[in-house]
């Protein structure tokens, strides 16, 4: 170490810790083109997957500008890249932190990254099976007898992609709770004292996050959040339990 520099080792320990983090960066984007454009060539099934939940409410979709059908493929490929690649850039997250943890932390952390990315799958097999399903449904079928309903492509993948990425991060809200309770950040006091003004904000959330305004699509994912925030007091209560243990131990 220079003696005329003493801070030049901490500041070239900072500048690996960013060249790392741009390698980082640069894997998982190129991970997400990659697979988005894999989903590009394979559209046509994609497409498919995309409009089976709308099959039945609607015989065929329309677009007005020339532009529009090959904009929703993008916005599909992409949504497809996106949900495909997810568990790639996990792994960047966790080898990127990993290196400055605790050996007996590392494990824990894994099984959250883990955790997450179950969730992250789950809220987007609700969202297609469960919420998308019921939208459309409601939606559409209010309009019956008012109207013909002719649906442009683009704003119906809109729609689609909205609904399958909000459920996907609405369902990491256990994993949230239970990973700040293990870093001492939450307590599972502050999180039942507190349920009422949660529920308040998960209503507000539900409102904002949800492509529609009609108060139908607002529950169809403030119920499940809600529930999802219950299970997340009781993963808190469970961490806190063990880490009494342990310290009795």
Known sequence: ???????????????????ELRGRILWCLSALVLAAVISFWRGGSIMTLVKRPVLGLTDEFIFISPTEAFAAYIKVSLLAG????????????????????????RGRVALWLFSAMGLFFGGIAFSYFVAIPAALDFL???????????????????FFGSLVLVGGI??????????????????TSVLRRKRHYAILAIMILAAVITPTQDIFNMLLFAVPMIFLYEIGILISILIERRKKQRGRT
């Open 1 to 19: 170490m220079s003696p005329f520099h003493p801070e030049e080792p901490g500041r070239l320990d900072v500048i690996g810790h960013l060249e």
């Open 82 to 105: 996106f949900i495909v690649s997810f568990p790639v850039m996990l792994y960047h997250v966790w080898a990127f932190l990993s290196p400055a943890m605790p050996e007996n932390a």
């Open 140 to 158: 559409i079928g209010f309009s019956s007898g008012i109207a013909v309903a002719k649906i442009t492509l683009g704003k119906y993948t809109s």
């Open 170 to 187: 609405v369902f990491e809200i256990p994993v949230a709770m239970g990973l700040l309770t293990d870093m001492g950040i939450l307590k």
